[in-house]
């Protein structure tokens, strides 16, 4: 049989956690197909229920996706999800330095993250930063992008990327000699679909996706010190 729920299960644990378990009730009411229910759909449920709790589908996928980089600090049971995923999600490229060499294009699904590591290595000045500027679908689609600052002493950092309608958006953050790693957050928090098109079981309504192989590109560089 399929494990795939297992996997689902962590989105959950996620929400729950921050929350409380009385989200998960309030989703399956309103996906009540009964009669008299609201009939809605997981993500249009789910999207409801968040709107509802002063936050919203993409805010707290895109946050999900940054807190899996941290799973011991991230989940009450996170120190035992450690040992069963090599430390969490793995970044589609690493880069040594500050530099990504030029704009660096990936393709992202729906309700998907992708990750840039960069590390700073040894011989880094004080003051040393990373500027990255991201060229992301228009807002309207509900991409994201973050940074998460990581030290060899202290907390992690989250810094959100402010984007414009277009999509295009740039953060400045730290990457001196006491920063381990700056981790690029990437996320297609896209919950558009056209539904009843593909059949029972395709997607989420039985539609398809309206914003799959969408182009996340990224270009940083170092800031030197004044």
């Not at 704009?103 to 990750?115: A, E, F, G, I």
């Not at 950092?157 to 984007?163: A, D, F, K």
């Amino acid at each position: 049989g399929s494990v795939y729920q297992y996997g689902n299960f962590v989105w959950w644990r996620y929400l729950t956690e921050r929350k409380g378990a009385r989200l998960v009730r309030r989703v399956w009411n309103r996906a009540d197909g009964a009669r008299g229910g609201p009939g809605e759909y997981s993500v249009q449920a789910l999207t409801k229920v968040l709107d509802a709790m002063n936050t919203s589908l993409p805010g707290a996928f895109s946050r999900f996706g940054v807190a899996n980089l941290n799973l011991e600090d991230s989940y009450e049971e996170g120190a035992s999800y450690d040992t069963k995923t090599n430390g969490g999600p793995q970044p589609k490229k690493t880069f040594q330095g500050a530099s990504s060499k030029g704009w660096v294009n990936w393709r992202l699904d729906h309700l998907s993250t992708s990750y840039a590591l960069f590390e700073p290595g040894t011989g880094v000045p004080v003051g040393n930063k990373i500027r990255v500027a991201v060229d992301l679908p228009s807002l309207w689609r509900s991409p994201r992008a973050n940074l998460l600052v990581e030290r060899d002493a202290g907390p992690s950092n989250r810094v959100g990327i402010p984007l414009r309608g277009n999509g295009n958006g740039a953060a400045t953050v730290d990457f001196g000699p006491d920063v381990t790693r700056v981790t690029l957050v990437l996320t297609n928090a896209s919950g558009r679909y056209r539904c009843g098109t593909q059949g029972f079981g395709y997607t989420t309504c039985g539609g398809r996706a309206l914003d799959d192989n969408l182009t996340f590109a990224f270009n940083a560089r170092r800031v030197r010190p004044i």
